[in-house]
């Protein structure tokens, strides 16, 4: 048997006791045996399968307890961090909201003693913790202003917007109305983008997209301060609203033009008083039936 069939199988652990005795006689018996030693310790380990995934397993549970333990505390402190900032933005950011229903009347101090007197059916809007940096109010109605000394002071309506340059000064939003007349100092009123500036007594008025010119206004102070409301060539449905706010009363007109204009004034303290002077000059009569009045031609 030539050598190399005897290394093949010898390496196969294929020999029988003649082959062995041959194989031992070559004279590349030691070399072969020396490098075969060698070889095993270069011999993969045994492997078991389910052992090993035991381990595994083993392994990666103890991997997410590990991973919990830090998870959790963490946690709890992002969600405690959460909630102090949600606190902190909330009460930075949170506006004061002040309302005046039907036939009611406040006044507001605002943050710089700046004074506000809102009157019925108001709301009024400002940021308490941002008013240092942002003299800024919000307003859907009708309000009386003694704006305290300071940096710039603005009233945001949803048809203009109002920059104090003096300290009094009466601001009227309503439905299709605005009216800014300034009392005292000087007032900027932006419409359209166009600023107008209102010296003391001057107006600005707005009905219906429209702007109205006015005379010179010579009260000190708005009517409705008084409990009186005064109208001087407006549309009558104007002066209808301004009593159903006053008296928290529902008008209906049967016969009788909303457009037509009408001059003359109502006290907000007597309600039949106050029918007569918004009917007798037009020459209307009225009648009542719980909240509900009808105005018709006589």
């Known amino acids: 048997m030539d050598k190399e069939t005897l290394i093949l199988k010898w390496l ?3 020999l029988n006791d003649q082959e062995l005795q041959a194989f031992k006689n070559l004279e590349d018996y030691d070399g072969l045996i020396k490098l075969n030693n060698n070889l095993q310790a270069f011999k993969a380990p045994e492997y078991e399968t389910s052992k090993e995934l035991e381990n595994v397993l083993a392994t990666i549970k103890s991997s997410k307890k590990q991973k919990t333990h830090w998870i959790k505390p963490f946690m709890r402190v992002a969600a405690i961090l959460a909630i102090c900032f949600g606190l902190y933005y909330y009460t930075t950011t949170i506006d004061t909201t002040i309302t005046t229903d039907m036939a009611q009347k406040t006044t507001v101090n605002l943050p710089d003693a700046t004074s506000v007197s809102l009157n019925a059916k ?29 940096s710039s002071f603005n009233v945001i309506t949803e048809t203009g917007t109002v920059t104090v340059y003096g300290t009094q000064f009466n601001v009227k939003q309503r439905d299709n109305y605005f009216e800014v007349i300034c009392y005292e100092g000087l007032v900027g009123v932006t419409f359209n983008s166009l600023e107008t500036k209102l010296n003391p007594g001057d107006s600005f008025l707005i009905i219906d ?14 009517s409705w301060l008084n409990n009186e409301s005064h109208f001087k060539s407006l549309p009558y449905k104007q002066v209808i609203a301004e009593f159903e706010r006053q008296y928290n009363v529902k ?19 007597n309600i039949e008083v106050a029918l007569k002077s918004i009917t007798l000059p037009l020459h209307l009569t009225y009648s009542k039936s719980n909240d509900t009045i009808i105005l018709k031609r006589e």
């Open 209 to 222: 997209g429209k702007t109205i010119a006015k005379e010179k206004e010579n009260s000190l102070t708005p």
């Open 12 to 14: 196969n652990n294929d």
């Open 251 to 269: 008008i209906t007109l049967l016969g009788v033009d909303s457009q037509e204009l009408f001059t003359g004034n109502f006290t907000h303290d």
């Open 122 to 150: 108001s709301v009024l809007v400002f940021n308490k913790n941002s008013w240092k940096n942002n003299r800024e109010v919000e307003l859907q109605g009708e309000a009386f202003f003694k704006v305290a000394k300071g």
